[in-house]
């Protein structure tokens, strides 16, 4: 009996041990294959993207930021604005070569070796569909004009009602860039955090859509320059109506700034949430003010959290790194106005109201005075009056409500 028992258990040890040997081998087996395939590119690229947008929807979103859904919309659209492509290339591999390059930081030869065609056919074709993109961006990218609604975060009942005629806000960001300029010229992009950089301006409304981007300028640049640039190449403001910005840029009446030497950052109030008191009218307003202005620090950190190029970008042509972050702006607002069915599962980073820009409480600032001059001293006081009202009303309502 002994002895039956214990070539039962030699048997079973043995059945246990073919088992796990077939499905290592198997195993094996299906990681040759998949490196063959890799490899050999026995999977075109229009296999490739047919695969992507038929299967799970979080496959197509990891890869291109889209999900199957938008990815089609944007195709379509494309497609309506006379984007076509020759030969063996269709526009869906086209579009997600680049949608690719920019989320993932994929290289060009990384591009070559998944859609299995040669770098230069790749090249082509990405600057196809940017070309594509830049065209979208006249219906995507929209200045508000002058009968532009109140948004309903400012409507009357709201804390933020004393802005009611505020568009949105403006702000600077520092993209990696590689200048085409001479070495002796390259220093005009390191900024003052010592990188070389292209400093970004963008006007972003209250839904955190772009209406507005001036990209390409040196890393040196101050803000309140490049927004003075901005004005003179046909950036408008509708009468009555203005933007919030930081302290980098001076107040004017169509663009509001927070009272310097007063706190102003989120991260500060946050500090001593628990007291909820303010010690004068200014204090409130810049809290107020700091609240609405970071809708653009969120836009940016959304932008550089979902395109991976924005944070590491390549050593391409400079007209075609600018030509880039105004089609990321594009996609941005795209999304928008299509949300993917899932969320972007972005860092937390991303949403961060820490500025990256140029701004400064220190009013010598070479760009500031220059804009400040400009600007004329009525437009000064006007943005002054302008400011103080503001501070009154929600220093006047805060009042009422604590006393009744």
Request: hydrophobic share 30%.
């Amino acid at each position: 009996m002994p002895r039956k028992l214990d070539e039962r258990k030699k048997r079973r040890r043995q059945r246990k041990y073919q088992a796990t040997l077939w499905w290592y081998n198997a195993a094996v087996q299906f990681a040759l294959r998949w490196r063959d395939l890799r490899r050999e590119g026995n999977e075109t690229g229009a296999e490739r993207i047919t695969r992507h947008l038929n299967s799970h929807p979080s496959v197509c979103h990891n890869h291109y930021r889209l999900n199957p859904s938008n990815f089609r919309i944007m195709c379509d659209e494309l497609k309506v604005r006379g984007l076509e492509c020759k030969g063996d290339v269709i526009l869906e591999e086209c579009v997600g070569m680049f949608l690719q390059m920019v989320a993932q930081g994929t290289t060009m030869r990384g591009l070559a070796e998944d859609f299995q065609h040669s770098e230069e056919t790749v090249w082509r074709y990405i600057h196809l569909a940017m070309s594509g993109l830049l065209r979208m961006k006249r219906d995507y990218m929209k200045l508000p004009g002058p009968d532009a609604q109140i948004h309903p975060k400012l409507r009357e009942g709201t804390e933020y009602y004393a802005f009611k005629d505020a568009l949105g806000a403006i702000d600077g960001t520092h993209i990696p860039a590689f200048p085409d300029s001479e070495e002796e010229f390259k220093e005009r992009w390191r900024n003052r955090k010592g990188n070389i950089t292209q400093n970004v301006m963008a006007a972003v409304d209250f839904d955190g859509r772009f209406v507005a981007v001036l990209a390409g300028w040196e890393g040196s640049g101050h803000d309140s320059l490049i927004l003075r640039k901005a004005l003179e190449r046909g950036f408008t403001v509708p009468e009555g109506r203005y933007y919030l910005v930081d302290s980098g840029y001076p107040n004017t009446h169509q663009f509001v700034s927070p009272y310097r030497g007063i706190t102003y950052h989120l991260a500060q109030f946050r500090q001593r949430r628990m007291q909820n008191r303010y010690e004068n009218g200014e204090e409130l307003f810049n809290h107020r003010h700091a609240q609405l202005r970071n809708v653009v620090e969120k836009a940016f950190g959304i932008l550089k959290g979902r395109f991976r190029l924005l944070k590491d970008m390549h050593q391409y042509k400079y007209d075609f790194q600018t030509d880039i972050v105004l089609a990321c702006c594009v996609i941005h607002n795209f999304l928008i106005r299509h949300p993917n069915s899932h969320g972007d599962n972005l860092p937390e980073e991303a949403y961060s109201d820490e500025s990256d820009g140029s701004d400064t409480d220190d009013p010598s600032t070479s760009g500031v005075g220059h804009m400040a001059a400009s600007s004329g001293r009525t437009d000064a006081q006007r943005g002054s009056e302008m400011r103080d009202k503001i501070r009154d009303l929600l220093w006047n309502s805060r009042c009422g409500n604590a006393e009744s």
